[in-house]
């Protein structure tokens, strides 16, 4: 009895073993070393870092493009859920609800639906890395992008989608909303094939057109499936780096005009090398994720209450 | 609704009922099938344009975006793998991906099962610290990362491997960024396997580690799938870590590889090979998301239906 408790004991050790050290050295430990570089003034050439405080998020906070960035990740936090849920939704609903001449179903989806599905998903498979570059190329302000190619025969303006700081922060949008749509059509057509066909057929039968099969029975049943989507997109649109870096002008411009929190961590941390800084506004931006994560999960379950 | 009919007019008023209901929702159909095939020229477009551009040359290029090559030149793409490197850091990235997943996949539903199926004290306390990374923003971690990974290059006899700059650093590093997500999903997996197939095995005396690897791992190969799905995919499009970690070219990931050739490079730049490098890119996901899309879909959407 006491030789099994310990053979117990030993496998459950050399089980966690590994996979406790490496977390605990390289996500623990960095992650708990940030609040602590975040109060000095360190820059890597000193041994030790000098403590000063709160000093690095007072400089932070009168920071004209830290509250740039700020305020881009704001806008991104409610417009790129917005907009995919909005367009993924419709989509869905077409492909499998709303498309009226469905095959076996009777009321299945619109022919061609599981292509569609196939086809809207792929640039979520693709490295933002890759878009990113991809879409530069699209951008292009002459005749030779994709865009202003026609836009120029048609004797249109060329539109400066990456360099006029008006336009760059909607072609970040853009960009991020045309990768996400079919992954969220994909998880909501998954939400719509566990609700039964039945209550489609009773409601369509009573009456009921496109309008009220959507907001009627498709929204209100889907709603645990958009909440998730909603903290996804949240989350995604607060960590949003890659896009911004890799595509626009100067890592985040022209003139900071599609800057983030992050782009600005990576800049100031490996471009300026003030890691006091940089941690400083990892801490805020840690916050900010926390804080979003806490809202959402308390606006949800009081959403589940009332059901 | 037809349960009040005989069951042999079922199958004719179904129908009617159908025609019925689609003549109602006519005209919305056209419009529908407009907005889908609008999605669908937006996501296909550009990725065509992109393979069109690569057999271009730099003239036809800088030219009118929708022009056709007048000739092929295919020695964009060589260009693209020998001088561009892009032979190397797909090379590279395979190598790190291979490791780093299975590495994760590994140690992952080591944790996992462990913590899913044992219970002890402190189970709870390392289940949640794994947890919790879910929501951590890597971008906290970032700068201590790099000293981190640094100091391990001073770690004597394994120090010169796990450093900076090296790919088995990087492979540790993404295996334990990928521990939340794994331990959470296939805990959750685990969990729901039935217990009495290992411990009738444990009663003919095979130990813990054997009922591991050869029942449970083996019962959980859906989940496993999944996760495995989404630790590829997430590994193979990381950007931000091997930025911070990998700054030897030789080293580079193919991630970087692409970004760098449209960032960095300059006036002389070779666009023709950046399309070539692109489509190079984009091309084998093409190819493997088409023979599995449907475990891709599942895998990567597993998280967000748990």
């Known amino acids: 009895m006491l030789f099994q408790r310990y053979r117990r004991g030993l496998f459950i050790t050399a089980f966690l073993a590994a996979p406790v050290t490496l977390y605990l050295v390289y996500v623990i430990s960095p992650y708990i070393q940030a609040f602590y570089i975040a109060m000095t003034d360190w820059r890597g050439v000193t041994a030790t870092p000098r403590f000063v405080g709160f000093d690095n998020f007072a400089r932070l906070f009168a920071d004209g493009i830290f509250w740039k960035a700020v305020r881009h990740n704001a806008a991104l936090l409610v417009l790129l859920p917005l907009l995919t849920i ?75 989608f990456l360099s006029n700081p008006d336009v760059a922060f ?9 990768q996400a749509v079919g992954f969220y059509v994909v998880l909501f057509s998954a939400g719509l094939a566990s609700i039964p ?14 309008g009220s099969l959507f907001f009627r029975i498709t929204l209100p049943l889907l709603w645990d499936t958009v909440q998730v ?36 961590i990576y800049r100031n941390a490996f471009s300026y090398f003030r890691f006091g800084y940089a941690s400083a506004l990892g801490v805020v931006m840690f916050f900010f994720t926390v804080g979003f994560a806490i809202i959402s999960l308390r606006l949800s379950r009081r959403e589940r209450i009332e059901y | 609704m037809t349960t009040t009919m005989t069951s042999g ?57 929708w022009s056709l090559p007048r000739t092929l030149h295919w020695d964009n793409f060589a260009r693209a793998w020998e001088q561009a490197h892009i032979g ?16 994760t996949m590994l140690l992952g539903s080591m944790a996992a099962y462990v913590l899913a199926r044992y219970p002890f004290r402190g189970n709870r306390a390392f289940y949640l610290m794994f947890v919790s990374g879910l929501a951590f923003p890597v971008y906290l971690a970032l700068t201590p990362l790099f000293f981190v990974v640094q100091n391990m290059g001073n770690v004597p006899v394994l120090g010169p491997f796990i450093g900076l700059n090296t790919h088995a650093g990087l492979v ?10 794994t331990v959470f999903f296939l805990a959750a997996f685990f969990r729901t396997l039935p217990t009495a197939v290992g411990e009738a095995a444990m009663v003919d005396g095979a130990s813990h580690t054997r009922v591991f690897f050869q029942i449970m791992l083996p019962m959980a190969r859906p989940g496993i799938v999944s996760v495995t799905i989404f630790n590829v995919l997430g590994q193979w499009n990381q950007y931000q870590l091997p930025l911070v970690l990998l700054q030897e070219r030789d080293k580079w990931v193919l991630t970087q590889g692409i970004a760098d050739i ?44 748990k």
């Open chain 1, 86 to 160: 909005v367009i993924a939704l419709f989509f869905a609903f077409l492909l499998n609800v709303g498309g009226g001449n469905g095959g076996s179903g009777g009321l299945g989806g619109i022919r061609g639906s599981k292509l569609y599905r196939v086809i809207f998903f792929f640039p979520q498979v693709l490295a933002v890395a890759v878009v990113a570059v991809l879409f530069q190329q699209v951008f292009r302000p002459d005749g030779s992008g994709m865009l202003n190619g026609p836009l120029m025969a048609l004797g249109v303006e060329p539109v400066g």
């Open chain 1, 170 to 178: 909607w072609s970040v949008l853009g960009v991020m909303v045309w």
């Open chain 1, 197 to 210: 066909r039945d209550m489609f057929e009773a409601a369509q039968i009573d009456g009921a057109g496109r």
């Open chain 1, 229 to 264: 989507a909603w903290v996804y997109l949240g989350i995604l649109a607060l960590d949003v780096f890659a896009i911004v870096w890799v595509m626009t002008d100067q890592h985040g411009g022209p003139d900071f005009s599609t800057t983030v929190m992050a782009a600005e």
């Open chain 2, 9 to 65: 007019t079922v199958a004719t008023s179904r129908r009617e009922e159908r025609r019925e209901r689609r003549k109602r929702l006519g005209p919305l159909g056209v419009l529908s099938h407009v907005a889908l095939l609008v999605w669908t020229v937006l996501v296909v477009v550009p990725i065509l344009w992109t393979f069109l551009a690569s057999v271009k040359s730099e003239d036809e290029i800088f030219g009118d975006a």
């Open chain 2, 88 to 103: 190397q850091y797909t090379l590279n990235s395979v190598v790190v991906v291979t490791f780093s997943t299975f590495g």
């Open chain 2, 172 to 181: 540790l590093v993404y295996i334990a960024y990928s521990m939340p997500f």
């Open chain 2, 262 to 305: 449209s960032t960095a490079a300059g006036y002389d730049q070779d666009w023709s090979a950046l399309f070539a490098a692109l489509t190079l890119a984009i091309l084998p996901m093409l190819v493997v998301y088409t023979i599995f899309q449907r475990q891709i879909q599942a895998g990567l959407t597993a998280g967000a239906l």
